[in-house]
């Protein structure tokens, strides 16, 4: 195991939100073309984690951050690293299906290259490209040009996903992306999810333990005990942590006993 | 059948106010709310009477758009089209000053500035909403006046040579330029404040997910935050042209008010505005000219109006994924 290249790593994460100590010395390894899934209570961190991935917590003046995170060797945090460049390699899908809206679906797509003054050569083979690795082309090819408010919550959610992929990231984040959505459509998101996997790295955050089962390669548990720091309890392959945990606690977990 | 006829008939479910303290509170509101209706319907008919012997003498079309204005005359010509075309002017000069002002003061408090500076900023630009016009006026004539008047002979020398920059006379004073800068001043607050209202209403995801696919600020900003704010901001923008259409005496101390039609020579020291002539001219006015400036006012009025009834329109209407 050890001759494995890890596209992406966590060591000794933590993040403080003022004075207030929220995550202590994260260390996870993501490798390429896996899904990892993030797992705990409500408040426990996870998003928290997850948006130390792909720099999100910029826009907040009270976050302080420790640690390092290596994508590819490099620590994004390093000096002189643009936290934009960063973002391009690391996409994010979010809880609540967010696309622009006042943009069609295919500006959508899009988006990001107007966003970032990327240039890409071929416009239309993107949008489709895209839309289809997002599992949503046969839904929206006749109507490219519609309002993306127009589709319903789970294909906006998969046009989300689309406008991500457009960027060719490496990594893709997913923060709970099937909390909003009705069972149907969650499980289109999770056939979607698994055919991207064996072509990128996938961090998904969720409250559902069946999906993570459904989804994860490997699942790393979190939790923040009486107002202590989140930090992970377990980390291991999915089959293990939920069928042989370790830690007393997460076998609480993840059989519904508590959180 | 009665009897299902009976309990299925159709009832209205909200009821009339029972408590006293109800019912008494209730008129009060209706009052309130019926007495504003009633306030405009008034001032129309007061206007629309003692204007009817201008426009009879006149002739509407004459009186809107002529550009003759002499008491002395006669018969007497009271022709507004300078005026008229002068507050237009000066309220777009205030208006393109005051937009990017105004968005980036917004944009600041919402975005940028941590929570004790926001508040700071908000209250300050509120507290130049709060400034008499009068002050303005005075500041604007006394303190303004001459470093405007420089400003516009820099633009004059640099760009002298595109049209609505031109200025022979060289006298840089009273002109629609400064007139605009000072409405500028009073309409940043208004414009200010709604568009940092629609941004903090503004769904952050959308922004946090602009950021995440690889935009910078100014690209958020610019391809995300205003097109979707853009609906709001354009009614803000309409509402702070309706308060600049109608200003009177801040103008009035800073213009040189002139009949002689200033097309968009925007630094020569001659311009117009239907509300500042009027103060000008009420003093002195033969009953024939009060007739006239009432007039006027009608005109100012029934165009800010409709420049209001459009602002809450489209501040209303213009984002339908905001329900
Ligand atoms: N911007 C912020 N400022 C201050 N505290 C924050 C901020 N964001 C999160 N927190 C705190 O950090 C802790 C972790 O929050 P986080 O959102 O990461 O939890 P979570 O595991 O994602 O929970 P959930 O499952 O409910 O989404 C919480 O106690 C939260 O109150
Ligand atoms: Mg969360």
Known sequence: MSSRTYQLSAENVNVWFGERHVLKDVNLAFPSNQVTALIGPSGCGKSTFIRTLNRMHELIPSAGFGGKVLLDGEDIYGD????????????????????????????????????????NPNNEELVETSLRRASIW?????????????????????????????????????????????????RRVEETILELAPQMTIVIVTHNMQQAQRVADQTAFFLSEDGNPGHVVEFGATEQVFEQPVDPRTNDYVNGHFG | MTVNADSTQRRKLATKPFAKADRIFFGVARAAAYSSFVIIALILIFLIGRAIPAFQTQGIIDFAFGSTWDASASPQKFQLGPMLWGSVLISLIGVVIAIPLSISIAYFIEFMAPKVLAKAVTT???????????????????????????????????????????????????????????????IVPI????????????????????????????????????????????????????????????????????????????????????????????????????????AAGLVLFMFTLVINSIASYIVAKAQPWRK
Not at chain 1, 151 to 178: H, T
Not at chain 2, 159 to 170: A, H, T
Not at chain 2, 262 to 288: D, T
């Open chain 1, 80 to 119: 002189g690293v643009d936290p934009v460049k960063v973002r391009l390699k690391v996409g994010m899908v979010f809880q609540k299906p967010n696309p622009f809206p006042t943009m069609t679906i295919q500006e959508n797509v899009l988006s990001g290259l107007k966003l970032s003054g990327r240039k």
């Open chain 2, 191 to 294: 414009i200010a404040s709604i568009t940092r209202e629609i941004f903090s209403k503004m769904d952050r995801d959308i922004i946090n997910a602009a950021l995440a696919l690889g935009g910078n600020r100014e690209s958020t900003l610019r391809k995300v935050i205003l097109p979707t704010a853009s609906g709001g901001i354009v009614g803000g923008i309409l509402l702070g042209l309706g308060r600049a259409l109608g200003e009177t005496v801040a103008v009035l101390y800073v213009l040189n008010i002139s009949f002689d039609i200033n097309w968009g020579q925007v630094l020569q020291a001659r311009g117009g505005s239907v509300a500042s002539m009027i103060i000008s001219k009420f003093g002195e006015a033969n009953p024939s000219e009060i007739s006239a400036l009432m």
């Open chain 2, 124 to 186: 300050i630009v509120d507290l130049l909403a709060a400034i008499p016009s009068i002050v303005l006026g005075l500041w604007g004539a006394f303190v303004f006046s001459p470093i405007a008047a420089g400003w516009a002979k820099m633009l004059n020398q640099s760009f002298g040579w595109i049209p609505i920059f031109d200025n022979p006379e060289q006298n840089f004073l009273r002109s629609p330029f400064i007139a605009g800068i000072v409405v500028a001043v009073m």
């Open chain 1, 138 to 186: 046969n839904e929206v090819k006749d109507r490219l040009n519609d309002p993306a408010l127009s589709l319903s919550g789970g294909q906006q959610q998969r046009l989300c996903i689309a406008r991500s992929l457009a960027m060719g990231p490496d990594v893709l984040l997913m923060d709970e992306p099937c909390s909003a959505l009705d069972p149907g459509s969650t």
